[in-house]
């Protein structure tokens, strides 16, 4: 478990592809920078999706933790 | 005494559900739908309309003439509504009482949220918009045609892909194709929400010569320079700029604490009840479902919704459930279009593009006004979910 503080968490257990990343997209838009957001998703394809896009949008993944039917991803917006 | 139902909205959604419940419970309800403009809109023509293949007359109608006799149509705002007094309150001061409440309340666009979008692009998603766009294609003579998207969740996921392939039809008709490049700009990694449908319409957008950039989420426009920015750090330089607006519930959900931040009102996926009110229900693109904001999205939960009403004036045990239907077409140019049929726990498969589905959407588009309204849709066809 990561013991970064999170500032914001969503809950998108059970939102299909693109729901959970569009989630983030969301989040990332209206937050601050050095904001912490966290991401729970069931969806597989988030596992692909998410680090793609913060990769891309050159945000930190700054952890991918499997659960029990779920990940949580936790991603740290940089800019 | 017959119950109060109040139907906020007289869109797809609204007016069917309103219609139903006419239907099923005749003198036992008293039904009045709320609608701020009594203006009936049928919004997938905007895009037609865009592209010079319709006129505007045929998208609107009076909401009064496809209303069932006995319902009432107050054409006016709705402000608030106060849940504990069981009450509508409309922008004239004049309060309506209800015992249940659809929320067919549709989405607004934001066009003055993404700084730059109203004077550097243009749109598809009103008819103001739709005839601007149409006169700027009118004069376009080549150039970088950028078609993006400003916000998620937007209506018609569909429109701004059918956008890029029509586009591509009519410059190749006006010969002016190889002197003009066109680009989606998708906010994910792929051209379409829903990975089936872009593995489907991807080498197709490939064939015709299409570009597709992706993970570009607008973030502002530089009408000045002709460049949009996205919230990933990229820049497209445009001649012309086509958007689709940012959405978001409306105002009354917001100030009546129906809704979520954006003013999407929090829905049960299956039920259609809202999930902290019993009394209210939601439909269309209203809700925070995550599943396509669409007038066949409405279409399907309307008779969900009746049903489920209807059953708690009879006081008997609801059987209508909502499986997630929802089924569009999808234009992709050159007479062709396919179709995208899906539910919670289907994807779609859709069929290889042909005439069929190209002819069907615009029969579709034709008998809208005297079939969906109505319910005058075979049950088969209608039934947004299943009985339990």
């Known amino acids: 478990m990561s013991s970064t503080a999170i500032t914001k968490s969503i809950d998108a257990r059970g939102m299909p592809c693109p729901g959970p990343l569009m989630s983030l997209i969301g989040a990332i838009r209206e937050g601050q920078i050095g904001d912490v957001i966290e991401v729970l998703s069931s969806d597989e394809g988030s596992a692909t999706d998410i680090p793609a896009w913060v990769a891309k949008a050159q945000h930190e993944m700054v952890d991918v933790i499997p659960e029990d039917g779920f990940r949580r991803f936790v991603i740290r917006k940089a800019r | ?388």
């Open chain 2, 1 to 388: 005494m017959p119950a109060e139902i109040v139907v906020l909205g007289g869109g797809v959604g609204g007016t069917l559900a309103a219609n139903l419940l006419s239907k099923e419970l005749g003198k036992d309800a008293h039904i009045t739908v709320v609608d701020p403009t009594g203006m009936h809109v049928y919004q997938p023509g905007f895009l037609y309309v865009a592209l010079g293949q319709a006129n505007g007359q045929w998208l609107a109608r009076d909401e009064r003439t496809l209303l069932r006799k006995g319902i009432d149509l107050a054409v006016e705002g709705a402000d608030k509504v106060d849940l504990s007094a069981g009450t509508v309150k409309l922008a004239g001061g004049a309060s309506i009482p209800f015992d249940h409440l659809v929320a067919a309340t549709g989405s607004r666009l934001m066009k003055g949220s993404i700084p730059g979008l109203i004077e550097g692009s243009y749109d598809f998603y009103s008819l103001d918009g739709a005839l601007r766009l149409r006169e700027a294609l009118r004069t376009f003579r080549g150039g970088r045609i950028k078609v993006g998207v400003a916000g998620i969740p937007y209506k018609c996921p569909p429109a701004p892909v059918e956008f890029v392939f029509m586009i591509d039809q009519n410059l190749r008709r006006r010969g002016i194709r190889d002197k003009s490049e066109i680009t989606l700009l998708s906010p994910l990694n792929r051209a379409f929400t829903i990975e089936s449908a872009s593995k489907l319409v991807q080498p197709l957008m490939q064939q015709r010569g299409i570009k597709l950039e992706t993970f570009f989420n607008v973030e502002s426009v530089d009408a000045g320079a002709h460049a949009v920015l996205s919230l990933e750090g990229d820049k497209a330089d445009y001649d012309l700029l086509v958007l689709v607006p940012p959405h978001k519930g409306q105002q009354v959900i917001i100030d009546s604490g129906l809704g979520d931040t954006g003013g999407w009102i929090p829905t049960d996926r299956v039920t259609l009840q809202h999930l902290e009110h019993d009394r209210v229900f939601a439909l269309g693109d209203a809700t925070n479902l995550p599943i396509s904001k669409s007038g066949s999205t409405a279409h399907f939960e309307a008779p969900v919704v009746a049903s489920r009403i209807a059953s708690l004036v009879r006081g008997t045990a609801p059987k209508a459930n909502y499986g997630g239907r929802v089924m569009c077409f999808l234009e992709t140019g050159n007479g062709k279009a396919t179709a995208l049929r899906f539910d919670y726990e289907h994807p779609p498969v859709p069929p290889i593009p042909s005439w069929h589905w190209h002819a069907a959407k615009w029969l579709f588009n034709r008998l809208y006004w005297v079939t969906v309204p109505q319910g005058r849709i075979p049950e088969r066809a209608s039934k947004g979910g299943s009985e339990s």
